[in-house]
């Protein structure tokens, strides 16, 4: 099957600082990946859809200038929390489609202190 | 209403069992079905896609009822390893050629030895 990589794994920052996540599909090209969150106990809410070559396409609820999204070439993506927060704390995880399904990245968690 | 309602159990059954899943979808248009499973801090794997006549992939069987708006799973003789969350999903909304996926909160399942 398609794989996609995400990095880092495992992140803690300080709050107030910036955390970048990678989404990387390695073996296939994707146009669109999606991006999710996924609280304890919860299920994945996704967050935003990311485009290659234009704007990326926010969730009802998402704070665009929070989550920046960059997706810079057809295997790349990245996420970028800024000025994280506690209650940013979570496992955020990348998508993308193949051919009729998805596949998913490893996730990220993220602690913020 | 959710898009897609599950059962969150938990269900704790012994080996060999046969445990069965429900879930429900309120999008009428929606096109494409899959069961995805969840291991514990990891991110969701496809299972199996869900076809309108019913599938089979070894111990587990799923089935579609589009006039119900209904899903299910079927998993039989339960191996210890068969302990995860199960994520019922439903494709939601297309962004050109792909696809956005709505997920369920998922069923906790536990084969108890």
């Known amino acids: 099957g398609a794989v996609v990589s995400q990095h880092p794994s495992r992140v803690i920052c300080k709050s107030g600082t910036s955390v970048k996540i990678e989404c990387r599909s390695l073996d296939f090209q994707a146009t669109t990946m999606f991006w999710y969150r996924q609280f304890p106990k919860q299920s994945l809410m996704l967050m935003a859809t990311s485009n290659e070559g234009s704007k990326a396409t926010y969730e009802q609820g998402v704070e665009k200038d929070k989550f920046l999204i960059n997706h810079a070439s057809l295997t790349l993506s990245t996420l970028t929390v800024t000025s994280a927060h506690p209650e940013d704390s979570s496992f955020y995880i990348c998508?993308?489609?193949?051919?009729?399904?998805?596949?998913f990245g490893p996730g990220t968690r993220l602690t913020v202190l | 209403r959710k898009e897609v309602e599950q059962d969150p159990g938990p269900f704790n059954v012994p080996e060999g069992a046969t445990v069965a899943f429900n879930c429900t979808y309120s999008n009428s248009a929606s096109q494409s079905f899959f069961w995805y499973r969840q291991d514990c801090r990891k991110e969701p794997k496809l299972l199996m896609s869900?076809?309108?006549s019913g599938n089979e992939d070894g111990r587990f069987t799923a089935q579609l009822n589009r006039a119900s708006q209904y899903i299910s799973l079927l998993i039989r003789d339960s191996k210890l390893s068969d302990s995860a969350t199960y994520l019922c999903v439903v494709n939601s909304r297309s962004s050109g050629s792909a696809r956005q996926l709505t997920f369920g909160s998922g069923t906790q399942l536990t084969v108890l030895p």
């Open positions: 869900v076809y309108s």
């Open positions: 998508s993308a489609p193949f051919p009729d399904t998805q596949y």
